[in-house]
């Protein structure tokens, strides 16, 4: 047992939460920490957190419901707990708005993170509780029904290039759900287009480079992976939105970031695990010496975690 033996991390999750063993990158980190001794304890949602000695927030929401942070600050240790929110409005530079002028080719994305798809898996879980609880039999019954349509599932396939501010539907206008970002690629040879992700837990930083033809993409082939050197730019923004833990997507235009969204729980799927099937684990083989637990201690909201017995 090394030096973090015995420590109690409390991993949080909202409720209802997918916790697949390959759906999400924190699942992969486990079994490092626990091989040092550490007990994880999970929960879902604010009911019921478990004395530990720090607390994980691994809450998929865009915008973190200040109760989180309230009962995060409670123990010794939090991760995460000043990200409330990520949301583009929030994250991204380089958004336009009808009338400011600019009329050059435009992205049109959701506000939310990720189409705003954990917020809407949230409110159908909900929904499936409610309807599970016996309203639905006792409705039926009475010739009733729960009522309301089943809302369209948004997707990043939704999102959409312009060639200019008038060309976008008026919908989407005016509209607090949807942004419109200055159109930006960074090139990568003479047909394909580049995407660098800035990874970061604790004080460990790991920088990722793919590539694609595709300009919106997402996931694409990996050209390059390295520990450094990182953009002041980022990790102020980082500070800024009070990530301890995540990834920023960005392009290199001009010699500065372009921002293009923050993520919170890292996804790893199967089709990523395909796509980078010779580079199974994305932090490099020194996250996992020397006793720290992948990169702790951080520069947490409020105090500074240190998890070695200094």
């Known amino acids: 047992m090394g030096r973090n033996g015995g420590r109690k991390i409390l991993i949080v999750h909202e409720e209802g939460m ?4 390959e759906f999400y990158l924190l699942n992969l980190m486990r079994v490092h920490w626990e091989n040092w001794g550490c007990q994880l304890l999970d929960v879902e949602g604010l009911g019921g957190w478990p004395e530990a000695d720090g607390v994980f927030l691994h809450v998929d929401l865009s915008q973190l419901p200040s109760n989180y942070q309230k009962q995060a600050e409670r123990y010794h240790f939090h991760w995460n707990a000043g990200a409330l929110d990520i949301c583009k409005r929030r994250v991204c530079g380089n958004l336009v708005e009808p009338g400011d002028g600019y009329d050059g080719p435009v992205v049109l994305k959701t506000n939310l993170n990720h189409a705003g798809l954990p917020e809407n898996m ?9 309807e599970s609880s016996g309203w639905r039999r006792l409705l039926s019954l009475a010739g009733g029904s729960l009522g309301g349509k089943e809302e369209k599932q948004i997707t990043k396939k939704d999102y959409r290039i312009y060639g200019h501010m008038r060309e976008v539907p008026a919908e989407f206008l005016h509209n607090d759900a949807w942004v419109l970002q200055t159109y ?15 990874y970061f837990l604790g004080e460990v930083e790991y920088l990722r480079m793919e590539k694609s033809p595709d300009p919106l ?9 390295r520990a ?3 953009h002041p730019a980022l990790r102020k923004l980082r500070q ?9 997507d960005y392009v290199m235009r001009q010699g500065e ?16 695990r395909r796509v ?9 083989p020194g996250c996992f010496q020397n006793g720290k637990i992948c990169g702790f201690p951080v520069q947490s909201p409020g105090r500074q975690a240190r998890w070695d017995n200094k």
């Open 18 to 21: 997918e916790r697949q063993e």
């Open 122 to 130: 949230q409110r159908r879980r909900l929904k499936q509780s409610r």
């Open 184 to 198: 930006c690629v960074e090139p990568y040879g003479t047909e394909e287009h580049a995407l660098r992700e800035y």
């Open 217 to 225: 993409f997402t996931s694409g082939e990996l050209v390059e992976g």
């Open 228 to 230: 450094g050197p990182v």
């Open 240 to 248: 800024t939105l009070g990530l301890d833990y995540g990834k920023i």
């Open 257 to 272: 970031p372009f921002i293009f969204d923050a993520n919170k729980p890292l996804v790893w799927v199967r089709e990523f």
């Open 276 to 284: 980078h099937k010779k580079q199974p684990v994305i932090w490099p």
